[in-house]
């Protein structure tokens, strides 16, 4: 039995204990020590007869609030990096939840319902089933009664921290999840459908229908694509690199088809729809409707200072005239006259939406990048001519640089 890293080719882990040791070192490596994350895989292959013919991709939980020196836009980081892979028809998802917490707030469920609502390659798995209070279990839960799946739920007893300490392994550890199963009034009749053991047969047999389920429509995939470029090379059969009009027509047929492709990714229409992970409009939209209340909500609020500032601006411009004794209250402030001053309205409201400049000026930013790199996704057609490529995003890149500064006129 041994492990390989990819980063460290040739050499063979043959102490699981140095692979853990890797795994931390490389991870530090790669973002650094501050519980930051990156999109760049580690890839372990392990060798050994007690293991699967199995690939796993062990992504982050999802986090709500920074720790340490995360960035504040943590929660978009690691939701971005679940969206790269989950969003893969070809893999299964393990929506991983604990069982000592409502299931109704659980992240993984929730994002894998939004990329598998007919929940069709999602299974449920159930931690910490022996750190519930006394009294409760999650039966109902593993007997996919409350909230159910079409493939259903498995529960694990994974090795607590104290056993990691204690060197526990992993035999002794699967001993004691056996045990538990066992043992437990509300689980011993389902204990041979729970555990770690039972996962890795499930997920054996399941992905390999799920691939036998797929093949059909890869195959008919890539037939479509023969077909297609079977008939580009007829085209070119007769195609004389010398006839003017045939040049001219070609530059104009992938001029039209750049801007057909960058319309759809912009208004997400056509055919040929991402699957993989969000772009074009889609990302542009995430930026109004996620990023830009994100940046807007992160912006300092001080309600006890914003009534000091009205009731300031509305004694001044009064200055030393004479007011009746009318006095009218608004919230909490009482006003002088019988109608607020618009001269102080006009400077509250000038001063709160200065304010908003910045967070608007980030969100014109993060379109722009966006916009630009629809653009060169949309290039890579052209990528047999790269001066006609290199060109076309010249072009398009400073007609968006040209609107890009209006833009930021018309927010400032």
């Known amino acids: 039995e ?32 501050n ?22 991709v062990d992504l982050p939980g999802m986090t709500k609030v920074p720790v340490g020196d995360q960035p504040p836009d943590i929660e978009f980081q690691i ?44 299974i449920g798995v159930i931690t910490k089933l022996d750190l519930m209070d006394e009294g409760t279990d999650a039966r109902d839960v593993l007997e996919n009664k409350l909230l159910p799946l079409r493939r259903g739920y498995i529960g694990v007893v994974n090795r ?50 799920h691939i036998r389920d797929t093949l059909p429509g890869l195959r008919n995939k890539l037939q479509s694509q023969l077909l297609s470029i079977e ?12 006839d003017p009009a045939r040049k001219t027509k070609a530059l104009l047929q992938m001029v039209q088809q750049f801007a057909v492709d960058f319309e759809k990714r912009i208004e997400g229409s056509g055919d040929q729809i991402d699957t993989y992970e969000l772009s074009g409009g889609a990302r542009i ?23 000091r500032e009205i009731s300031y601006a509305i004694k001044n411009i009064h200055g030393i005239r004479h007011v009746s004794r009318t006095r009218q209250t608004i919230g909490c402030i009482a006003l002088t006259g019988l109608f607020t001053p618009d001269m102080a309205f006009e400077t509250i409201v000038k001063k709160q939406v200065k304010k908003i400049k910045e967070p608007c000026l980030k969100c014109v930013d993060m379109v722009i990048s966006e916009l630009i790199n629809t653009v060169r996704q949309c290039t890579k057609k052209l990528s047999q001519y790269p001066h006609l490529r290199e060109e076309m995003e010249r ?12 833009t930021k006129d018309q927010v400032g």
């Open 2 to 33: 041994y492990g390989e890293f990819l980063h460290c080719k040739g050499k063979k882990f043959t102490d699981f204990e140095e692979v853990r040791l890797e795994i931390e070192a490389e991870t530090d490596r790669v973002t650094g020590s």
């Open 35 to 56: 519980k930051g994350i990156s999109p760049v895989p580690i890839n372990l292959r392990v060798y050994s007869p007690h293991v699967l013919n199995l690939t796993l």
């Open 79 to 122: 939701r971005d990096m679940l969206m790269q892979f989950v969003t893969k028809e070809n893999c299964l998802i393990l929506a991983v939840s604990p069982a000592n917490s409502d299931l109704a707030n659980s992240d993984a469920l929730k994002i894998a319902k939004e990329v598998d609502p007919q929940g069709q390659r999602t």
């Open 160 to 209: 607590s921290q104290k056993d990691i300490d204690g060197k526990k392994d992993i035999q002794a550890a699967l001993a004691a999840e056996r045990k538990f199963f066992l043992s437990h009034p509300a689980y011993r009749h389902m204990a041979d459908r729970m555990g770690t053991p039972y996962l890795q047969k499930v997920l054996n047999q399941q992905l390999t229908n």
């Open 231 to 242: 008939k580009e090379v007829e085209e070119y059969k007769n195609f004389r690199p010398d």
């Open 285 to 307: 939209n995430r930026i109004f409707h996620e990023r830009f209340p994100f940046e807007l909500v992160k912006m300092e609020f001080d309600e006890k200072e914003l009534r």
């Open 395 to 406: 072009i398009v890149t400073t007609h968006i640089r040209e609107r890009e500064g209006r």
